[in-house]
């Protein structure tokens, strides 16, 4: 922050896309290279249904995965706001993020059977995956190790970053994560600096990757689990945060972001969205 290091980052959750390649190519359907793209196919994977499942959904997503949702909104050039000088801004009303929200609120409609699942069912989304229920998913580097490995095993699954509007060009996305610093007041700050060594020793920042997560040294990204490796380095090197300021804490405790996903779900109208948690968000910025 202002040019100063205050925290390094230990690991992330960098969200890409995880389908059966299976189920693309039994109704022929290639890996989409656009936003829009991306949105047709799963359209059509739907109608589709190859295996004849009942209840099949071309994917999953759910107003409950805020940052499932948000990246699709990053990728496609919106934002929550921004920072102008001394004050903050909503972006929600503007016209980027208008547009890549009726993408979503299309895929909402027709791409996806689970727009407003619970919470507690989304905690355990690959499920869906794994029974065949739908054919592509939004996830970070760890659902990898979660979808069953038979699936793996058969060559099923594919794995991709989001796009972006642009052909050959990622999205950007969300991306989560922790981060670790020295405390000032440390009671042992020699020990605390050892600890930091190990920490981001090449062992540990790999035992981090093996549980699917993307090392916070992205030197050892390609360490990721699986066919993610081959993607978790330009996705977090392409990531996106959320407003970068502690209010941001006070916009999630006052629920705007889940409740402004919920609506868009439940058939809000995208205009009355944007403006009634647009200025929300604002006004919460920068008080």
């Not at 699709?72 to 208008?98: I, N, R, V, Y």
Request: charged residues 20%; glycine residues 12%.
């Amino acid at each position: 922050m202002d040019d100063e290091l205050f925290a390094v980052p230990l690991y992330a959750g960098a969200r890409g896309i995880f389908y059966r390649q299976d189920l693309f190519e039994a109704a022929g359907l290639g890996e989409p290279a656009t936003l829009d793209e991306l949105a047709d196919t799963v359209i059509a994977l739907g109608e589709a249904n190859p295996e004849d499942t009942p209840g099949f959904s071309g994917m999953y997503l759910a107003a409950v995965d805020v940052h499932g949702c948000g990246s699709l909104m990053f990728a496609g050039g919106g934002a929550w706001a921004e920072e102008t000088g001394d004050s903050w801004q909503e972006k929600l009303t503007d016209p980027a993020t208008h547009a890549a929200l009726e993408r979503i609120e299309r895929l909402f409609a027709e791409g996806t059977a689970y727009a407003q699942d619970s919470a507690s069912a989304q905690t355990s989304f690959e499920n869906y995956f794994n029974d065949g229920s739908v054919g592509l998913l939004i996830g970070t580097g760890n659902i990898g190790v979660k979808i069953d490995q038979a699936l793996w095993d058969e060559d099923k699954v594919g794995v991709m970053p989001i796009p972006s509007d642009t052909a050959g060009e990622v999205g950007q996305t969300f991306a989560g994560g922790s981060n670790i610093s020295l405390a000032a007041n440390a009671q042992n700050p020699e020990l605390a600096r050892e600890a930091l060594k190990i920490l981001f020793s090449e062992d540990f920042q790999k035992l981090i990757g093996a549980n699917g997560w993307t090392p916070g040294n992205t030197r050892y990204a390609d360490s990721v689990d699986g066919a993610f490796s081959e993607i978790s380095g330009m996705v977090i090197e392409n990531s996106k945060l959320t407003p970068n300021t502690p209010q941001w804490g006070a916009v999630n405790s006052n629920n705007y972001v889940h409740d402004f996903w919920a609506a868009l779900a439940g058939g809000m109208s995208i205009d009355d969205a944007t403006q009634q948690y647009g200025a929300d968000i604002e006004n919460t910025l920068n008080s």
